[in-house]
Structures are given as C-alpha cells and as structure tokens.
Nanobody, 115 residues
C-alpha cells in the first residue's frame, strides 16, 4: 500500500505565506512525478504545480511567480512554498504521487486566505 500525507495548511492573511509538505510512503515503486492540486468550493480540482524526479516543474499560470514546488527524492517528499497569498487561493490542497505502479492522492489540507 501507498500512503500520501499532506501537512502545513491553515489560515493566513492576504499577502502571507505558507509551506505545504507531502510525504509518500509504503510500497513505492519509481516515482515519476509529484504534484499539488487544489479544489475550491463549487469548483473543479485544478493543477497547481508538478515536479518530476529530475526536477522539471510545471506551474499553473494563476500561481506562477508566487508559488514554488520542490522535492526531496531521498525522502519521497514534495513541498509547495506559497507566497503573496490571495483570497482566491483558498481551497483544499491535494498532493498527488504518480508512480509506475499507479497514482495516489492524499486526503488534502485546507488553506484559507482571509483577513
């Protein structure tokens, strides 16, 4: 079995920062990429950022320049550094781990940006 666990969400004021962490564990085969997605109330889940094992990244235009994704391959962990947060960034953030054995989602962590 594979377990994907996110942490680091919370309440932050507009303009603030948060750092999300995602750790994958269990019967992991080779990880192709890890990524962050988010889902706001009443909206579809959308891509935020992904990073391959080689370090190539893909960042959504809506967060480009504000969010940074990084990864520690040895720890099977991915991070999402979120700066200059806006109220429209409020959502549940999910981590996704793609391996040759399949794809796995975490349970999500709530990020709320509000004054």
């Amino acid at each position: 079995q594979v377990r994907v666990v996110e942490s680091g969400g919370g309440l932050v004021q507009p303009g603030g920062s948060l750092r999300l962490s995602c750790e994958a564990s269990g019967s992991l085969f080779s990880i192709n990429f890890m990524g962050w997605y988010r889902q706001a109330p009443g909206k579809q889940r959308e891509l935020v950022a992904t990073i391959t094992s080689g370090g190539s990244t893909n960042i959504a235009d809506s967060v480009k320049g504000r969010f940074t994704i990084s990864r520690n391959n040895a720890k099977n962990t991915a991070y999402l550094q979120m700066n200059s947060l806006k109220p429209e960034d409020t959502a549940v953030y999910y981590c996704y781990t793609n391996t040759i054995g399949g794809g796995y989602w975490g349970q999500g962590t709530q990020v709320t940006v509000s004054s």
